[in-house]
């Protein structure tokens, strides 16, 4: 469901540009390198950039047009910047609610729930830690009960841990409270550890939107965020444990990948780079490589090195890329439209998000 539509324009670098773009439930990940535009982007659908042009519409009403200009604190849009900006002299407690609107308590209650800030309530802003302090910011901003959240960079600044943490509290809370929400990040790792849609931007401009896995196999997000193997990404679903491995189900075929305790039912969105994928020709006893996917070649897109192989998993299965040498793609006389096994170590498959199912619990 469109929850935004978004057609803005502005003065940068001397130049008039343009952002042209919807927002929908879920976590949207606006990425591109810095300097492209993504925080004055979120100034603007906030009501922070006075100099802006065009039109925003935020649930049917109109915030920004010719003859609008909604003010800032009018706009039912919430923004974490990067600095928390937490009052040192007040407690978590009074931070929160200094800006509140709910009225429900119990609403109130389920967002200190899934920022995990109850504990915190009685502590001040100075005892507390990076991730913490990012919490409490966007608890006061879920508090004055906002109709889009906007997190500009929230993990910066986060060791691995807290920002694996982090990453998944927002998608959490977005999925849990029916926020929708607007991550700005540059780093590609949030976009797909975080993100159920992605814009990318470039110079004011959005270059691509879609799913998560349709911006990443864009050429401009390769090109733009200087990735070597950006890879696919596959959706799949836990069936079964065996040998402590994971049985995921891709389209009809299992995927066999490590065991990091998710319930059966679990559904998982798994990153396989495309140098991790070897091809063959018909399926092979007596190797260690569980995965042996069949597959039909769409596309082979060649470099002065390389070959980039498009493949199509049989059976209803995702889109795979392979990048294998030259030499072996002519040694194989691989064609579009041949009929291949795509081989995957399972240790080669990389888990980004894991959505457990209500009352389940792994065995």
């Given at each position: 469901?469109?929850?935004?539509?978004?057609?803005?324009?502005?003065?940068?670098?001397?130049?008039?540009?343009?952002?042209?773009?919807?927002?929908?439930?879920?976590?949207?990940?606006?990425?591109?390198?810095?300097?492209?535009?993504?925080?004055?982007?979120?100034?603007?659908?906030?009501?922070?950039?006075?100099?802006?042009?065009?039109?925003?519409?935020?649930?049917?009403?109109?915030?920004?047009?010719?003859?609008?200009?909604?003010?800032?604190?009018?706009?039912?849009?919430?923004?974490?910047?990067?600095?928390?900006?937490?009052?040192?002299?007040?407690?978590?407690?009074?931070?929160?609610?200094?800006?509140?609107?709910?009225?429900?308590?119990?609403?109130?209650?389920?967002?200190?729930?899934?920022?995990?800030?109850?504990?915190?309530?009685?502590?001040?802003?100075?005892?507390?830690?990076?991730?913490?302090?990012?919490?409490?910011?966007?608890?006061?901003?879920?508090?004055?009960?906002?109709?889009?959240?906007?997190?500009?960079?929230?993990?910066?600044?986060?060791?691995?841990?807290?920002?694996?943490?982090?990453?998944?509290?927002?998608?959490?809370?977005?999925?849990?409270?029916?926020?929708?929400?607007?991550?700005?990040?540059?780093?590609?790792?949030?976009?797909?550890?975080?993100?159920?849609?992605?814009?990318?931007?470039?110079?004011?401009?959005?270059?691509?939107?879609?799913?998560?896995?349709?911006?990443?196999?864009?050429?401009?997000?390769?090109?733009?965020?200087?990735?070597?193997?950006?890879?696919?990404?596959?959706?799949?679903?836990?069936?079964?444990?065996?040998?402590?491995?994971?049985?995921?189900?891709?389209?009809?075929?299992?995927?066999?990948?490590?065991?990091?305790?998710?319930?059966?039912?679990?559904?998982?969105?798994?990153?396989?780079?495309?140098?991790?994928?070897a091809l063959s020709p018909q399926k092979l006893d007596g190797i260690s490589v569980l995965n042996q996917l069949p597959a039909c070649i769409e596309k082979i897109t060649h470099s002065e090195k390389d070959a980039l192989v498009t493949l199509a998993v049989n059976k209803g299965g995702p889109k795979l890329k392979s990048r294998i040498t030259r030499k072996s793609c002519d040694a194989m006389a691989l064609s579009e439209g041949d009929e291949i096994f795509a081989l995957i170590k399972a240790v080669a498959v990389k888990?980004?998000?894991?959505?457990?199912?209500?009352?389940?619990?792994?065995?």
């Amino acid at each position: 469901m469109t929850i935004a539509e978004i057609d803005i324009s502005w003065q940068m670098n001397g130049e008039t540009v343009r952002a042209d773009f919807s927002l929908k439930a879920g976590v949207t990940a606006l990425i591109g390198p810095s300097g492209a535009g993504k925080s004055t982007i979120a100034r603007i659908l906030c009501g922070l950039e006075h100099r802006a042009g065009g039109t925003i519409s935020l649930s049917g009403k109109t915030l920004l047009s010719e003859a609008i200009f909604v003010p800032a604190q009018k706009r039912s849009i919430g923004l974490v910047m990067q600095d928390p900006a937490l009052f040192p002299t007040m407690s978590v407690r009074e931070n929160i609610l200094i800006g509140c609107t709910l009225k429900s308590e119990q609403k109130l209650q389920e967002y200190l729930n899934v920022t995990d800030t109850k504990r915190l309530l009685d502590r001040t802003p100075t005892t507390l830690s990076g991730g913490e302090a990012r919490r409490v910011a966007i608890a006061r901003a879920l508090a004055a009960n906002p109709e889009i959240l906007i997190l500009d960079e929230p993990m910066n600044g986060l060791d691995p841990k807290r920002r694996r943490s982090m990453m998944g509290l927002i998608r959490h809370l977005a999925h849990k409270t029916q926020t929708p929400v607007l991550m700005i990040t540059h780093q590609l790792e949030e976009m797909l550890f975080a993100s159920d849609h992605a814009l990318l931007v470039s110079h004011g401009a959005i270059l691509e939107a879609g799913s998560v896995e349709d911006v990443l196999s864009a050429p401009d997000t390769a090109r733009l965020l200087g990735i070597d193997d950006a890879g696919s990404i596959v959706n799949a679903t836990v069936t079964g444990k065996e040998d402590h491995l994971l049985l995921t189900k891709v389209g009809e075929e299992t995927l066999f990948i490590a065991d990091d305790g998710e319930p059966i039912a679990s559904k998982l969105r798994l990153r396989i780079l495309a140098r991790d994928i070897a091809l063959s020709p018909q399926k092979l006893d007596g190797i260690s490589v569980l995965n042996q996917l069949p597959a039909c070649i769409e596309k082979i897109t060649h470099s002065e090195k390389d070959a980039l192989v498009t493949l199509a998993v049989n059976k209803g299965g995702p889109k795979l890329k392979s990048r294998i040498t030259r030499k072996s793609c002519d040694a194989m006389a691989l064609s579009e439209g041949d009929e291949i096994f795509a081989l995957i170590k399972a240790v080669a498959v990389k888990e980004l998000i894991s959505d457990a199912p209500e009352h389940v619990t792994a065995p």
